[in-house]
């Protein structure tokens, strides 16, 4: 409370401290809300802070509600200032201080002036913030790139007397192009010689960028396919998704396979063979068991395929039973290549708003498949356990 009373009388006399006291007590009374006097103008409407000085007509004026004779704003040799104005900024009757270049006086202190960048005759709000070109007279958004409106980041729009508009920048002197210019132009409409990876290109026209390529005689060239093709190579051209007729792998030549084979997931060819996952059988731990009945368990399969695609499916529910019986089968025509990444299990105890999660199980898979059935403890429950098979279709 002491800074608002402080800033509307200046320094209090002991008197006029008392009277403070018991006016405030009085009108705080036993409020249990805990409420203050600051920012609470319900409580003392009868102090009105006044409205800030104008900086610019109100410099030598004391501050307002001065009745002890004490200064509020600042002191400049014998006179009391506002202390509002950059060149004479300060508070409780301190020396003033003039505020450095970029600077302005905030509540009696310097604080850094936050730039709009905004033109003149500005009421629309354009500025860097809501502005990618530049701000017109008017106060609008313009794209920037025009040569009578350039400009970028909310600016002041340009008119560019030579040349043009590149990017919100006026381009200096004679416009690059194909008069003046054997290599190409560069975004800022300077000309390059045309012979470099990142500025390649001839006769005045734009610059390209080439890329893992590379710049021979101003044209982009295109990088070997071996050196950039995961999949194999048709001459120069990258054949990503193989088959067996175009089999292969890390940029070597494709070439067919024969018969009845297929292009593996390893580039080579070899007779595809065809998966299924079937569920068996579980026993669930009695912890899982129900308040009023036994667990609802059902199981959740998952396999992602080395492009990223998953395929998945699930059990039926078995109601009311910690040793239950699927022999479902869960996953079925699944190529070898879709267990390269392994495979995912987890049980779940099915509810009416949400299942619960009972346990999961993760297996890798090193090839050749084979065939079995897979039994199971639970890594954190060793009383559950979950026994499945893999069958070659």
Request: net charge negative; glycine share 10%; hydrophobic share 30%.
């Amino acid at each position: 409370m002491k800074p608002l009373l402080k800033n509307v009388f200046g320094k209090p006399s002991s008197a006029i401290c008392l009277v403070c006291f018991l006016t405030l007590t009085a009108a705080c009374g036993d409020d249990e809300t805990g409420a203050t006097l600051e920012n609470n103008s319900d409580v003392r409407p009868d102090i009105e802070v006044p409205d800030t000085p104008n900086p610019v007509n109100n410099t030598t004026i004391a501050p307002p509600n001065n009745s002890t004779g004490e200064c509020t704003g600042c002191l400049q040799g014998e006179t009391c200032r506002t202390g509002l104005t950059s060149d004479a900024c300060g508070a409780d009757g301190l020396a003033c201080v003039a505020c450095e270049t970029g600077q302005i006086c905030s509540e009696g202190t310097c604080v850094d002036d936050a730039p709009t960048n905004n033109p003149p005759n500005n009421t629309s709000g354009c500025n860097s913030m809501t502005c990618d070109g530049c701000c017109d007279a008017n106060g609008m958004c313009q794209t920037g790139t025009s040569a009578t409106s350039c400009g970028a980041n909310g600016e002041a729009c340009a008119v560019c007397e030579v040349g043009g508009c590149v990017e919100g920048v006026c381009s200096t002197g004679t416009a690059c192009g194909p008069d003046n210019c054997d290599g190409c132009c560069d975004n800022i409409g300077i000309c390059q010689t045309g012979d470099n990876n990142n500025a390649c290109g001839t006769g005045g026209l734009a610059c390209d960028s080439c890329g893992d390529g590379s710049c021979e005689a101003g044209m982009c060239v295109a990088p070997p396919c071996a050196e950039t093709c995961d999949g194999c190579c048709m001459g120069e051209v990258c054949v990503d998704n193989t088959t067996a007729a175009q089999c292969g792998i890390s940029g070597e030549a494709c070439f067919a396979c024969t018969g009845e084979e297929s292009c593996m997931g390893d580039g080579t060819c070899g007779i595809q063979n065809f998966w299924k996952i079937t569920i068996l059988s579980a026993v669930v731990d009695y912890w899982w068991d129900d308040t009023f009945s036994s667990v609802d368990p059902y199981v959740y399969a998952e396999l992602e395929y080395p492009t990223g695609t998953y395929i998945w499916g699930e059990t039926t529910t078995k109601w009311d039973n910690n040793f239950p019986i699927w022999s479902e089968t869960v996953l079925e025509d699944i190529p070898e290549e879709a267990f390269a990444n392994g495979i995912l299990l987890e049980m779940w105890d099915e509810d009416t708003l949400s299942s619960d999660f009972i346990c999961s199980w993760y297996y890798t898979v090193t090839p050749p498949l084979a065939e079995g059935i897979v039994e199971t403890d639970c890594p954190d429950d060793p009383w559950t356990t979950i026994r499945w098979s893999i069958e070659k279709m």
